[in-house]
């Protein structure tokens, strides 16, 4: 019996939080934050990086850096967090782990408090 790879269950391990965002979203928190992006992620989508490049890794890691730099606030990461989860349950995931370092938002956030402090919202029992 052949099945769709659509309808087969699927889950989403270690995506990395930065990763995960939405080119709409960058735009909008650069704008938000008055970010400047470089060239490689304001003139064309998905940036071009080529495995040939020596220094293809720097200029990746540069641009990461780039996108990272604009998330700086709770409704920053609670808005990366809801957009990853409705993505992928989009794509038929039902299991995403998102891989976060919070010490990487750490300095636009006044250290590592906010990006670990637990929700205050309360949640449904």
């Known amino acids: 019996m052949t099945r769709s790879l659509q309808s087969l269950p699927k889950a989403h ?16 928190l ?4 008055g970010v400047r992006l470089p060239a490689g992620l304001s003139t064309g989508w998905p940036p071009q990086l080529s495995i040939a490049d020596e220094r293809g890794w720097f200029r990746f ?4 850096d780039a ?4 998330v700086r606030d709770e409704s920053d990461l609670r808005r990366l967090v809801r957009e990853a989860a409705e993505d992928d349950a989009s ?33 449904p029992s």
């Open 13 to 28: 391990l270690h995506l990395h939080f930065t990763g995960s965002m939405r080119f709409a979203t960058l735009t909008d």
């Open 30 to 33: 650069a704008e938000k934050h």
């Open 61 to 64: 890691q540069r641009l990461y």
């Open 67 to 70: 996108a990272r730099a604009c």
């Open 91 to 123: 794509e038929g995931s039902g299991w995403l782990e998102l891989q976060i370092d919070p010490t990487s938002y750490a300095a636009g956030m006044g250290g590592v408090t906010l990006p670990l402090k637990p929700s205050s919202t309360k949640q």
